[in-house]
């Protein structure tokens, strides 16, 4: 069964072979899809015949976005950590241990209906690719149950034992690192594509440079790819680590030195930045100009999590990556579309071209401009299209 999607006032392909600029931009667009891919794409007088046609009426279309970095299995909320933070709290990774003793606690039901729900609000926002992660359970059990509830939803499920050190283990981080590079490494590796550590020595709760590297060493060697929450709060050893140990992305990037800039320039790595975290801990953006400038691959992701940046909204991540990190619309529609798709090593995500998962958002609008233009405004959704 094929569906014509007609009447796209612009249509944002991630191809520049096919269309203007390095979002590849065709106007008065049309595109084909068939059997859940992108069949044909080209301009809507061209348009071959398809079995069902869908007419979007002078709108803007473009890929789904790839939300490469989130954290979706959690009970509970920090509401109170949020406001405390608005008088002048600073975010250290503490109130992590507070949504761990929710999480704990609460029924597979109960996760799985709050995971679904925030997946659906993500859909509902033009976001078709989502990474989840665990890194709320902390025990062998509770990081496998985390797993395996973010595989029924998503393949890019991310191994995230080394979060922080859960309070059980206060004093003991090497027991703690053996425990999730032994037994917890082993019950989860089945459900994860990614590993990933919050390498960060500037916080008590998190992992430094070496324990950052025995984790994901062992996450390699059982056969998980690998991510890294690296310079969050200060510039640690986090992304030069990524980079040496060759993972898919170094996320957060907010304190780079000249070092991590050129290590991320002459690497395969992509930085994933989440302005979103910037704006809900009231901290100062990344330098997305100078990484852009040294070559580097910019990711945007939500960090949808219930305690550094609690928004789902790609969009929103997109205004503030332009409004306040000075990336062009442009670069930033690039980075929360193709530029997940990098950071998930991803090639069938994130564009247009045909062979491309039918992965279609559509804008309220007709360019893709107003994503930043107007924020805050709900203008874009995840289109679905029948296959069959
Ligand atoms: O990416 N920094 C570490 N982890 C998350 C926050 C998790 C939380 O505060 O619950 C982050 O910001
Ligand atoms: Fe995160």
């Given at each position: 069964m094929s569906t014509l999607v007609t009447g796209i006032a612009e249509l944002v392909t991630n191809d520049p072979s096919v269309g203007e600029g390095p979002l590849g931009v065709l106007t008065d667009a049309a595109i084909v899809v068939a059997d859940g891919a992108v069949a044909w794409v080209g301009p809507g007088s061209a348009a071959p015949a398809a079995d069902r046609r869908i007419d979007v009426g002078g709108r803007a279309v473009l890929p789904?976005?790839?939300?490469?970095?989130?954290?979706?299995v959690f009970a509970g909320d920090r509401a109170a950590e949020f406001e405390a933070r608005m008088s002048g709290a600073r975010y250290d990774g503490g109130g992590i241990g507070t949504t761990v003793a929710a999480t704990r606690a609460a029924s597979d039901e109960v996760l799985r209906g709050r995971l679904r729900g925030l997946v659906a609000e993500m859909r509902a926002q033009g976001t078709t690719t989502v990474e989840i992660k665990s890194g709320y359970g902390l025990t062998v059990e509770d990081e496998a149950r985390a797993l395996r509830l973010a595989a029924e939803v998503t393949p890019e499920t991310t191994f995230l034992g080394a979060h922080v050190v859960p309070a059980e283990y206060a004093g003991r981080t090497d027991d703690y690192v053996a425990l999730v590079t032994g037994p917890m490494l082993e019950a989860c590796a089945p459900h994860a594509r990614w590993i990933d550590v919050f390498c960060e020595p500037a916080s008590a709760h998190a992992f430094d440079g070496d324990a950052t590297r025995t984790v994901l060493t062992a996450g390699r060697a059982a056969g998980l790819d690998l991510r890294v929450h690296a310079n969050q709060l200060s510039a640690g050893p986090g992304v030069r680590l990524a980079v040496e140990l060759g993972a898919a992305s170094a996320d957060h990037c907010t304190h780079l030195t000249e070092a991590d800039v050129d290590a991320l320039a002459g690497g395969s790595t992509v930085a994933t930045l989440l302005p979103g975290v910037e704006f809900s801990t009231r901290s100062p953006y990344p330098d997305a100009r100078r990484l852009l400038a040294a070559g580097v691959t910019v990711a945007l992701a939500t960090d949808c999590n219930p305690g550094s940046c609690f928004t789902s909204s790609m969009a929103f991540c997109v205004a503030l990556a332009v409004r306040e990190m000075r990336m062009t619309p442009t670069e930033a529609v690039w980075a929360a579309t193709a530029g997940g798709a990098a950071a998930l090593r991803r090639p069938d995500v994130g564009h247009l071209r045909p062979g491309a998962r039918a992965d279609l958002a559509v804008l309220d609008a007709p360019s893709y401009r107003h994503l930043a233009y107007r924020p805050g405004v709900p203008i874009v959704r995840a289109l679905d299209v029948p296959d069959r």
């Amino acid at each position: 069964m094929s569906t014509l999607v007609t009447g796209i006032a612009e249509l944002v392909t991630n191809d520049p072979s096919v269309g203007e600029g390095p979002l590849g931009v065709l106007t008065d667009a049309a595109i084909v899809v068939a059997d859940g891919a992108v069949a044909w794409v080209g301009p809507g007088s061209a348009a071959p015949a398809a079995d069902r046609r869908i007419d979007v009426g002078g709108r803007a279309v473009l890929p789904g976005f790839v939300d490469s970095h989130a954290h979706l299995v959690f009970a509970g909320d920090r509401a109170a950590e949020f406001e405390a933070r608005m008088s002048g709290a600073r975010y250290d990774g503490g109130g992590i241990g507070t949504t761990v003793a929710a999480t704990r606690a609460a029924s597979d039901e109960v996760l799985r209906g709050r995971l679904r729900g925030l997946v659906a609000e993500m859909r509902a926002q033009g976001t078709t690719t989502v990474e989840i992660k665990s890194g709320y359970g902390l025990t062998v059990e509770d990081e496998a149950r985390a797993l395996r509830l973010a595989a029924e939803v998503t393949p890019e499920t991310t191994f995230l034992g080394a979060h922080v050190v859960p309070a059980e283990y206060a004093g003991r981080t090497d027991d703690y690192v053996a425990l999730v590079t032994g037994p917890m490494l082993e019950a989860c590796a089945p459900h994860a594509r990614w590993i990933d550590v919050f390498c960060e020595p500037a916080s008590a709760h998190a992992f430094d440079g070496d324990a950052t590297r025995t984790v994901l060493t062992a996450g390699r060697a059982a056969g998980l790819d690998l991510r890294v929450h690296a310079n969050q709060l200060s510039a640690g050893p986090g992304v030069r680590l990524a980079v040496e140990l060759g993972a898919a992305s170094a996320d957060h990037c907010t304190h780079l030195t000249e070092a991590d800039v050129d290590a991320l320039a002459g690497g395969s790595t992509v930085a994933t930045l989440l302005p979103g975290v910037e704006f809900s801990t009231r901290s100062p953006y990344p330098d997305a100009r100078r990484l852009l400038a040294a070559g580097v691959t910019v990711a945007l992701a939500t960090d949808c999590n219930p305690g550094s940046c609690f928004t789902s909204s790609m969009a929103f991540c997109v205004a503030l990556a332009v409004r306040e990190m000075r990336m062009t619309p442009t670069e930033a529609v690039w980075a929360a579309t193709a530029g997940g798709a990098a950071a998930l090593r991803r090639p069938d995500v994130g564009h247009l071209r045909p062979g491309a998962r039918a992965d279609l958002a559509v804008l309220d609008a007709p360019s893709y401009r107003h994503l930043a233009y107007r924020p805050g405004v709900p203008i874009v959704r995840a289109l679905d299209v029948p296959d069959r």
